[in-house]
């Protein structure tokens, strides 16, 4: 991937009367970048991309895309396609028309429009739904419909605004994937905003975590992940569990916790049942959760404290653990992050 940077937020304040939805928010996104902006709902990350689209102006601050200033510019004056959560097709237009009606609006000739149709119908795998209308189609084909819509001008940029949070389960896993295909294929700068970490972990190049209106903390997937800069990042992305800083489990004097924040994920504990156990049994399973390939299992320790464990599924079954076992909990203490506090 090219290292070159194609679009700068610097520091870009947006407020509503009295509410700041965006404090001085500053991103540096690659040329042919996938990027998330992953949070919570009223976090800042629809605003933003919405300042990138032209579609509220900051504030203040500037945004910079290839080298040309578009803080204040109208949406049509900018260089980007934008698919919405609501597909938004024209329904009274069939699937072809749908997708060459900006090509036809910019004067194409029909032989360009036509050339373009189907090499776009084939991208989205629907080479021969281009005479049907959007109501005859189903929710992913829609989607994948309006992504064709966006992308047909060749945008230097990519919108998505919560693309698959209409769509089911499975459709939705699907859907990411080929969005994530054309994507690579095209090379095109992608930003997509979503509250799903799942889809977040799954397609970004970088993770984008709001709160508040301000960058928690930019990085991999597997940074997010593995490396969370702050309590948020650990609570809203993936499970974790919170030990307070002088719990029994944390006595070893070479873990100087203090009044950190110590964490630890699901997958680091070691469960034994009583009947392998070396150490004391701790602990009690209080309840179980069949995931497929795990089991996340809730333990209570015997002060009270609650701890998820993930299992490999074949081990739990392996080891006829169910409510009510005594097991015996341990962890490799490199395993534990710590975080500075957060206030209430």
Request: glycine share 6%; proline share 5%; net charge negative.
């Amino acid at each position: 991937m090219s290292m070159q940077t194609y679009l700068s937020i610097d520091n870009v304040v947006k407020k509503f009367d009295q509410f700041t939805a965006l404090n001085d928010i500053s991103l540096n996104i690659k040329q042919g970048e996938f990027v998330c902006f992953l949070g919570p709902s009223g976090c800042g990350k629809t605003t933003l991309l919405r300042a990138i689209a032209g579609l509220e102006l900051p504030t203040s601050g500037t945004i910079i895309q290839d080298n040309k200033d578009i803080t204040f510019l109208p949406p049509e004056q900018r260089d980007f396609g934008i698919v919405f959560q609501s597909y938004a097709l024209f329904p009274n237009l069939t699937v072809a028309e749908n997708i060459s009606f900006a090509l036809r609006e910019q004067g194409h000739s029909k032989q360009e429009v036509s050339k373009q149709l189907e090499k776009w119908l084939g991208i989205i795998d629907l080479p021969d739904s281009g005479s049907k209308y959007p109501s005859q189609l189903s929710g992913g084909q829609q989607q994948r419909v309006a992504l064709a819509r966006a992308l047909v001008l060749s945008p230097g940029l990519l919108l998505l605004d919560e693309p698959l949070s209409a769509l089911d389960a499975k459709v939705r896993t699907h859907l990411r994937s080929e969005i994530r295909r054309i994507q690579t294929e095209l090379g095109i700068t992608t930003i997509m905003v979503t509250h799903d970490q799942e889809e977040a972990l799954s397609m970004a190049d970088r993770i984008v975590v709001m709160n508040h209106g301000v960058i928690e903390q930019v990085g991999t997937p597997q940074a997010i992940y593995k490396q969370p800069a702050s309590e948020f990042v650990a609570r809203f992305v993936g499970s974790m569990n919170f030990i307070p800083p002088h719990h029994a489990l944390l006595t070893d004097k070479d873990l100087p916790f203090g009044g950190k924040v110590v964490a630890l994920r699901p997958e680091d504990i070691l469960l034994e049942s009583s009947k392998l156990a070396s150490a004391d049994n701790n602990a009690v399973v209080s309840a179980c959760e069949f995931l497929g390939p795990i089991v996340r299992i809730s333990c209570k320790i015997d002060d009270g404290l609650n701890l998820t464990v993930d299992m490999a599924s074949d081990a739990f079954l392996r080891e006829a653990i169910e409510v009510g076992s005594r097991v015996s909990l341990s962890f490799c203490k490199t395993k534990l992050q710590t975080f500075e506090a957060e206030a209430a």
